[in-house]
């Protein structure tokens, strides 16, 4: 699976999912915020599902219909939480959000908004 770790996201997360095998990228290593339309582009353009703690990709995606390959967000969870979480979700719904799905994970809750048909 293929991913763009938002800066926002800790970045201890980056080890233990490299670790599990995902090809990651993290927005931490980048000399600046290029904000927030670019790293989706950047993501979409590079085929990686968005993992992300902001709100506000969900808002491009859904309001503004930007292109994407699927969004994780992390809503709740505590840096050293945010790998496994990942993790799992990746593992059962990786195929989901490589289609374009938009996941949100909190605290004993997963919501799943599958891709737009006509996106």
Request: net charge negative.
């Amino acid at each position: 699976m293929k991913v763009l770790l938002d800066a926002c996201v800790w970045g201890g997360a980056r080890a233990e999912l490299e670790a599990a095998g995902v090809d990651l990228v993290w927005a931490g290593d980048w000399p600046s915020d290029p904000g927030d339309e670019e790293i989706l582009a950047r993501a979409h353009a590079e085929g990686r599902t968005l993992v992300t703690l902001d709100k506000d990709f969900g808002e491009l995606a859904i309001v503004h219909r930007q292109p994407h390959s699927g969004i994780l967000r992390l809503v709740g969870l505590s840096a050293r939480l945010q790998a496994g979480a990942c993790l799992e979700v990746l593992r059962a719904h990786g195929a989901e959000l490589e289609r374009g799905a938009i996941v949100t994970v909190e605290p004993g809750r997963v919501r799943i908004r599958p891709p737009d048909d006509d996106a």
